[in-house]
């Protein structure tokens, strides 16, 4: 668990719950990049799981892409909100992923390319490296 979280309290999604909660976008998705000059990039993005180990997002040419291309790194946060819950800890679930963009050159590429029915040219799928609950 992170050193930084302001509680110990922490709430998750398993793989199955997070791409289900993707698939009916139920929270935010913040997909945060780094510009050439170093300075933070973060995007609203919808992206999806074609299966418990990647991530697919369509972006069209702009600065995440370019950042995702240039570093081939991200860090997506996937919040789902419950202001309601009785419980603090409750009103907040999701889940922080460090990811790596898979290169089109990749046979890894090709093989989540098959489970994701709605490849575009200008989807992109990125690894999931590390999976770490909101706390």
């Not at 793989?15 to 909660?21: G, I, V, Y």
């Not at 000059?37 to 995440?64: C, E, F, K, W």
């Not at 995702?68 to 860090?75: D, N, S």
């Amino acid at each position: 668990m992170s050193d930084y979280a302001a509680t110990e309290k922490y709430t998750t999604l398993g793989p199955d719950a997070l791409a289900a909660s993707l698939r009916a976008v139920e929270g935010v998705s913040v997909v945060a990049t780094v510009n050439e000059d170093g300075t933070p990039n973060a995007a609203i993005l919808v992206p999806m799981m074609p299966d418990a180990s990647h991530v697919v997002m369509t972006l069209a040419r702009n600065r995440t892409r370019e950042n995702l291309e240039r570093t081939g790194h991200a860090v997506l946060v996937y919040d789902v909100a419950s202001p309601h819950a009785a419980e603090k800890a409750e009103r907040h679930c999701g889940v922080r992923m460090r990811l790596s963009l898979v290169s089109p050159d990749e046979s890894e590429h090709a093989e989540v390319a098959a489970l994701w029915p709605h490849m575009t040219p200008f989807t992109m799928i990125l690894g999931v490296d590390e999976v770490e609950p909101l706390g």
